[in-house]
């Protein structure tokens, strides 16, 4: 696993993405290019609002986004990731850990990239009995659950999902 100091771009997948909730206030006008791109050995995992990546079998595809921090914001956008995934280097009580992918650009070229990975303990409950998001999309998958449970007047109350860990303040990638 690597980590600091590398200035490399962000695979993201959630809440992280272009249009999603957490991209406004996190990425949008501090990139310079947005890409879709998919990683490889690793599954998606539905959240309490957003989803969860953990290794998994080489054959498992992740779809996301490639991000570009522009270099005089890169720091501020590290940070920024950092703290929204429950991320500080070599802490031991992290949510996810940063770790160094090889993300996969729709022309076949791939780059290394960061990425947020659910840390061990999460992520072994959520291969215990987590809800798998088949094929890897959450955008796909969340399209999906948004039309069969509606949101907003009139619908009805959703309850949140078993896996929300009760010391995280943000939602997730």
């Not at 990546?53 to 490639?66: E, F, I, R, S």
């Not at 796909?140 to 509606?150: C, D, F, G, K, Q």
């Amino acid at each position: 696993m690597t980590t600091e100091p590398e200035r490399l771009p962000f695979f993201v997948y959630g809440t992280l993405r272009p249009g999603e909730a957490n991209h406004t206030w996190t990425l949008r006008g501090r990139t310079t290019a947005e890409e879709p791109a998919r990683i490889a050995g690793a599954l998606l995992y539905d959240g309490p609002g957003y989803p969860y990546a953990v290794a998994g079998p080489a054959d498992a595809v992740v779809h996301g986004t490639l991000v570009h921090p522009r270099d005089t914001d890169y720091d501020e956008v590290r940070a920024v990731l950092d703290r929204l995934e429950g991320y500080a280097p070599g802490d031991p009580e992290n949510v996810y850990e940063r770790v160094v992918t090889e993300a996969v650009r729709p022309d076949g070229g791939t780059v290394r990239a960061w990425v947020y990975l659910a840390a061990a303990p999460l992520a072994a409950r959520l291969r215990a009995t987590g809800p798998l998001i088949e094929g890897g999309c959450w955008l796909s998958a969340t399209a999906v659950a948004r039309a069969r449970n509606p949101v907003g007047p009139g619908a009805p109350e959703r309850s949140p999902d078993n896996l929300d860990d009760p010391a995280r303040t943000a939602e997730q990638v």
